[in-house]
């Protein structure tokens, strides 16, 4: 167990429809990163929060976006979905956002978007 | 552009080495990881490797660094049937980046 809980576990959406996921760090830790990983396919980085402010995103659209918590904790929205967006939804979390720094990963949410 | 590439499958058997290898491309990482998935878990950091570094050793566990080729290695001594799982190579400069995974399979 890391202590990073994310929520739901499971979702089913259609398509055209928004949804909001939920990533809550592990005690102590600053940071939070969204990561996507499609079935069979490494993890791909989508954005990362710090002190509640986005530092760095990947190569997202807009309709991915994301909010921090005065408590660390996290949300990761996406608006207009699209079938391929039907993925496992990875946040982690660390102290800080320099390299080496241990990031914990949570269960992840799958999305399915029919 | 950033691209971390492995192998997808590797099979071993019961008690012998895995050697699990990747390639990279971003010269300015400055830390490369492995970490480990089982099916329906999140990931799992074995270890990592600061790129002024050439070996780390951590129990079963050798990580090998090529800085000039960009290659990374990881070495599992006395694979167990725990070991089955899929593994990450990852580089971090201005983020993460993960390759696709080698899943990794124990014959008896």
């Known amino acids: 167990e890391t202590g990073v809980t994310q929520s739901p576990t499971h979702l089913i959406k259609t398509r055209g429809q928004q949804v909001t996921l939920r990533c809550s760090s592990q005690s102590g830790h600053n940071t939070v990163s969204w990561y996507q990983q499609a079935l069979g396919q490494g993890p791909q980085f989508i954005f990362q929060?710090?002190?509640?402010?986005?530092?760095g995103r990947g190569n997202f659209p807009p309709r991915f976006s994301g909010l921090q918590f005065p408590n660390y904790s996290s949300e990761l929205n996406v608006n207009a979905l699209e079938l391929d967006d039907s993925a496992l939804y990875l946040c982690a979390s660390s102290q800080g956002t320099t390299g080496g720094t241990e990031a914990f990963f949570g269960q992840g949410t799958r999305l399915t978007v029919v | 552009g950033e691209d971390v590439e492995q192998s997808l499958f590797l099979s071993v058997r019961e008690g012998d080495s895995s050697v699990i290898n990747c390639t990279y491309t971003d010269s300015s990482s400055t830390y490369l990881y492995w970490y480990k998935q089982e099916p329906g878990a999140g990931l799992q950091l074995l270890t990592y490797i600061f790129s002024n570094m050439d070996m780390k050793q951590d129990q079963r566990l050798t990580v090998l660094l090529n800085k000039k080729d960009k290659h990374l290695s990881l070495r599992i001594a006395d694979t167990q049937t725990g070991d089955s799982a899929i593994y990450f190579c990852a580089e971090e400069a201005s983020k993460i980046i993960f390759g696709s995974g080698t899943r990794l399979s124990i014959r008896p």
């Open positions: 929060y710090y002190r509640e402010e986005e530092n």
